[in-house]
């Protein structure tokens, strides 16, 4: 069957399953793959592109691979798989096939340009925000959404102010637990009263007390702004990161900070987690970035206000196709490596036949300079030499012509096997690998730097 006829035959929920389960993608990639599937069922086929087939091997190891690095799914649709073993169920071969056709980002080539394009409007525009639904109408209600993300230990609850307490005689609590610091709590105020922002407490506070106990000290104590939610761990979010992630998911675009004296949170809120000293809390360094932070968007006229939820997206999309590209790499490269022997010269042509093919793959896909034909047909033409200079392939049967006049160019001496039609055979097949071994470093020497500049 072809590329196509598999992806058509298979359901996508058992195509997943072997994604995550075999391969470990992250459930934050299924829509990608989704799209990337959706896409080639509704492909057409490239006739031109179909004559190769797609070659599928199953290594030493057990683990599935396609010989070479893959084409776009565009050439792909209309190709004949041929595997080396026997396929039990369409839908999971077709897991091992997407993975490996998306081996440098999950897209398609239409995907990959039309995000190309995209980024390119979307930079051309210059700094650009977004509101709920894009709806303009809607601008000053918006911009006062912002929230302060609040620890407690740390934060409000300092060393310092303990300390003092403890030196004066003081009591260091009350009936909910320590005091907090009034210079701490006079620096969240400020904040609150320059942001109009709303807090969301992520204190281990909440796990003791829960959120109406939280909300009844907030009350008692007179402190600043208004309480929305109290992070309670649960099975769905065991984390003060996964709980954030949660409160902004149809949110990415608006201003927040995290107020916090530990730091436990990943790149995704690099930029709003503002690192808090424990010994003295909160602090007049603290007010001023987190001002700054959540009123990056006031006073700005409503033609400014586009697509910030853009930005954000194509951040979380470049993170998943960069980690499960980093996975690909590995596995792309871990049979070649395994294969390596101290005493064999010709694995250092797999290695670099190897590397080709990768490129060729990334180079058909992206096409984002002028003359990448050029390149691919030479690196095309370089891992042709090598399989010829390995001896891989015999010119016994294809009748191939062999010039012997220039067989000293090539370090080779000239001898006359005319009585002998077998031994001329080996002579110029030598000949032959000893031409392409010269020629395909030339190549190397004109172009290499190039190709990876």
Not at 101 to 116: C, H, V
Request: net charge negative; aromatic share 14%; with cysteine.
């Amino acid at each position: 069957m072809t590329y196509k006829e598999y992806f058509i035959r298979a359901e996508f929920d058992e195509v997943w399953r072997t994604l995550r389960e075999v391969y470990g993608e992250s459930d934050d990639s299924r829509p990608l793959y989704k799209a990337v599937f959706d896409s080639v069922c509704e492909m057409e086929e490239d006739k031109s592109h179909s004559d190769r087939k797609i070659e599928v091997h199953r290594s030493r190891s057990g683990e599935i691979n396609i010989n070479g690095a893959p084409d776009p799914q565009e050439w792909l649709v209309g190709r004949e798989v041929v595997a080396d073993f026997e396929i039990d169920s369409p839908s999971d071969f077709v897991g091992h096939l997407l993975y490996w056709s998306t081996l440098y980002g999950i897209m398609t080539q239409r995907l990959q340009s039309e995000g190309f394009s995209k980024w390119l409007d979307y930079v051309s525009r210059g700094p650009c925000y977004t509101l709920p639904d894009n709806d303009l109408d809607k601008i000053d209600e918006a911009v006062m959404w912002k929230y302060i993300f609040l620890d407690f230990d740390g934060v409000l609850n300092t060393q310092q102010y303990q300390a003092q307490l403890a030196i004066e005689g003081k009591p260091t609590k009350d009936e909910y637990g320590p005091l907090f610091d009034p210079k701490a709590v006079a620096c969240l105020s400020e904040i609150v009263a320059a942001t109009k922002a709303e807090i969301l407490i992520i204190s281990s506070w909440g796990e003791v007390w829960g959120r109406d106990k939280i909300i009844e000290m907030w009350r008692k104590r007179g402190l600043p702004g208004k309480v929305q939610a109290v992070y309670v761990p649960d099975e769905k979010c065991n984390t003060k990161a996964q709980w954030i992630a949660e409160r902004l998911d149809r949110r990415v675009f608006l201003p927040y900070i995290i107020l916090d004296d530990e730091s436990q949170f990943g790149i995704d809120h690099e930029g709003y987690f503002i690192n808090i000293n424990p010994v003295t809390g909160l602090s007049n360094d603290d007010v001023e970035w987190s001002i700054d932070v959540l009123n990056r968007l006031n006073n700005l006229p409503s033609s400014a206000f586009e697509d910030l939820a853009y930005k954000e997206e194509r951040k979380l999309i470049g993170r998943i196709n960069e980690e499960s590209c980093e996975r690909k790499k590995l596995r792309y490269w871990k049979n070649t490596i395994i294969e390596d022997e101290p005493h064999d010269w010709e694995w250092n042509f797999i290695m670099l036949r190897k590397k080709l093919e990768y490129n060729i793959g990334y180079f058909r896909l992206t096409q984002r300079y002028l003359g990448w034909e050029t390149d691919v047909e030479r690196m095309e033409l370089s891992c042709r030499l090598m399989v010829i200079a390995r001896g891989e392939e015999s010119i016994y049967d294809d009748n191939i012509y062999v010039n012997t006049r220039n067989c000293e160019r090539f370090k080779m001496k000239t001898a006359d096997f005319d009585d002998d039609a077998e031994f001329l055979d080996v002579y110029k097949n030598d000949l032959r690998k000893a031409k392409a071994y010269q020629l395909v470093w030339t190549i190397f020497r004109q172009n290499m730097k190039r190709w990876w500049d």
